[in-house]
C-alpha cells in the first residue's frame, strides 16, 4: 500500500519569504510520480509541480521547487518569494507509473502574511 | 491544458431525492475518470474509479448502491446520489485521465442536503 505523509498541517510565511512544505511517502515501486497540488478557497485543484521518480534533477516551475530524496522517500515543496495568492490549501500526492489513482497527503494550510 | 467542467457547481436538495452531478472533459477524451469527495479542511477521499464503456470500481466502504457512476463517453461520467440524506453533503470532485498519466481536476460541487 502506498502511504503519504504531510506531517505541517498549517504553517505561516510573511510575504517575500520562502517556506517549505514536508512531504514523506512509503511505497515498494520503483517507477512512479509524485506531484504538489494548490486548492484556493475556490476549492479548485491546481498542479502546481510534478515529479518523475527516475529522474534525478529536481523539477522546478517559476517559484516553486522541489528536494526530491528518493531514498529517504522525501518530496518537499519549497515556496520562494512567497505571495498573497500562494494562500491555500498544499497537497503532496503519489502515483504508481502502472496506474493513475493518486495516494494523496492530508494537506498542509499555508497562510501568506501580508 | 485540458479543461474539465463539473454541473452544477452547488445544489440543494430535499433529504430523501437524489441528485446527478455531471463530469466532462471538454477538449480530450478521458479513459479513466475519478470520484472524489472531500470534507472541510481535509483531504480529497477517492470514490471510485470508472473506466469508460464498464462498471465502476469503488473504493471499500463506499456503497455503490448509494453513489450511482456512470461513464457512457469518453467525455462524460455521471455521480448520482440516490436517496440523499444530510450526511451527504459534502464537496464532490472528479477528474480525468486521458492518455498518459495526467489527470485534471473538474471544479467541484458543493452537495447540501437539507
Known amino acids: 500500500a502506498q502511504t503519504v505523509t504531510q506531517s505541517q498541517p498549517e504553517m505561516s510565511v510573511q510575504e517575500a519569504e520562502t517556506v517549505t512544505l514536508s512531504c514523506t511517502y512509503d511505497?515498494?515501486?520503483?517507477?512512479?510520480?509524485l506531484f504538489w497540488y494548490k486548492q484556493p478557497p475556490s476549492r479548485q485543484m491546481i498542479l502546481v509541480i510534478r515529479?518523475?521518480?527516475?529522474?534525478?534533477q529536481n523539477a522546478t516551475e517559476n517559484r516553486f521547487s522541489v528536494n526530491f530524496q528518493k531514498a529517504a522517500k522525501s518530496f518537499s515543496l519549497k515556496i520562494s518569494d512567497s505571495q498573497l495568492g500562494d494562500t491555500a490549501m498544499y497537497f503532496c500526492?503519489?502515483?504508481?507509473?502502472?496506474?493513475?489513482?493518486?495516494?494523496f497527503g492530508t494537506g498542509t494550510s499555508l497562510t501568506v502574511i501580508p | 491544458g485540458a479543461v474539465v467542467s463539473q454541473h452544477p457547481s452547488r445544489v440543494i436538495c430535499k433529504s430523501g431525492t437524489s441528485v446527478k452531478i455531471e463530469c466532462r472533459s471538454l477538449?480530450?477524451?478521458?479513459?479513466?475518470m475519478f470520484w472524489y469527495r472531500q470534507f472541510p479542511k481535509q483531504s480529497l477521499m477517492l470514490m471510485a474509479t470508472?473506466?469508460?464503456?464498464?462498471?465502476?470500481?469503488?473504493e471499500q466502504g463506499v456503497e455503490k448502491d448509494k453513489f450511482l457512476i456512470n461513464h457512457a463517453s469518453l467525455t462524460l461520467s455521471t455521480l448520482t446520489v440516490t436517496s440523499a440524506h444530510p450526511e451527504d453533503s459534502s464537496f464532490y470532485i472528479c477528474?480525468?485521465?486521458?492518455?498518459?498519466?495526467?489527470?485534471?481536476f473538474g471544479p467541484g460541487t458543493r452537495l447540501t442536503v437539507t
Open positions: 515529479q518523475e521518480a527516475y529522474k534525478q
Open positions: 477528474s480525468a485521465a486521458g492518455a498518459s498519466y495526467e489527470q485534471y
Open positions: 500526492a503519489f502515483m504508481k507509473q502502472s496506474g493513475n489513482q493518486f495516494y
Open positions: 511505497t515498494s515501486e520503483s517507477n512512479y510520480y
Open positions: 470508472s473506466n469508460e464503456g464498464s462498471k465502476a470500481t469503488y
Open positions: 477538449d480530450f477524451q478521458a479513459t479513466t
